[in-house]
């Protein structure tokens, strides 16, 4: 299986401040990478998809980057509603899909 | 828009058969356009894929779960189950089912509202 990384594994930030999340596969994935936002007691929702396409409906603060192995997902402008835990997913093996360990983003 | 929801027992015993259904609405569980998912999230931890099915075409599990795993389809009811043979307490978990579309990379656009599974006697 492609093992996912992502770091750190929790942060501290402010309402207005721009957060990077860091995702690294332990092989290439192209650009076969997706990244989710988790609330508590709540299912994962798709935010971008094959590294950098922003899903419709989210905001344009969210924006993702990256290819082969080591991709970022940036919050530019924290917002109340962003403190979440975040996962990044790939999909180059799409018969063995695996998640990185998240990224709780937690207010300072 | 398409809309899921996971139903079944939230406790289950250890060696016995966890059996769970999602339901799904706003789209024919036979569309050419999805995969049926089913991911889980044991407590405090992250998200582990379970398998898919792409119906009447295939399926495909996780190489760590296949030798337990079957998921079907039941076009009567436009839902799709997850059976976890001879669990243990390392199967409780938070179970979802998830579409992802059917062309290009798979993504989970959709989700299930998720359903604790506890493992225990």
Known sequence: DIQMTQS???????VGDRVTITCRASQYVSSYLNWY?????????????????????????????????DFTLTISGLQPEDFATYYCQQSYTPHALTFGGGTKVEIK | QVQLQVSGPGLVKPSQTL????????????SDYYYWNWIRQ???KGLEWIGYTYYSRATYYSPSLKSRVDISVDT???QFSLHLDSVTAADTAVYYCASAPAAGPVAFDYWGQGILVTVSS
């Open chain 2, 42 to 44: 044991s407590p405090g």
């Open chain 2, 19 to 30: 059996s769970l259904t999602c339901p799904v609405s706003g789209v024919s569980i036979t």
């Open chain 2, 76 to 78: 009567s009811k436009n």
């Open chain 1, 37 to 69: 936002q988790q609330k508590p007691g709540k299912a994962p929702h798709l935010l971008i998809k094959s590294a950098s396409s922003l899903r419709s409906g989210v905001p344009s603060r969210f924006s993702g980057s990256g290819s082969g192995t």
């Open chain 1, 8 to 14: 750190p594994s929790s942060l501290s930030a402010s």
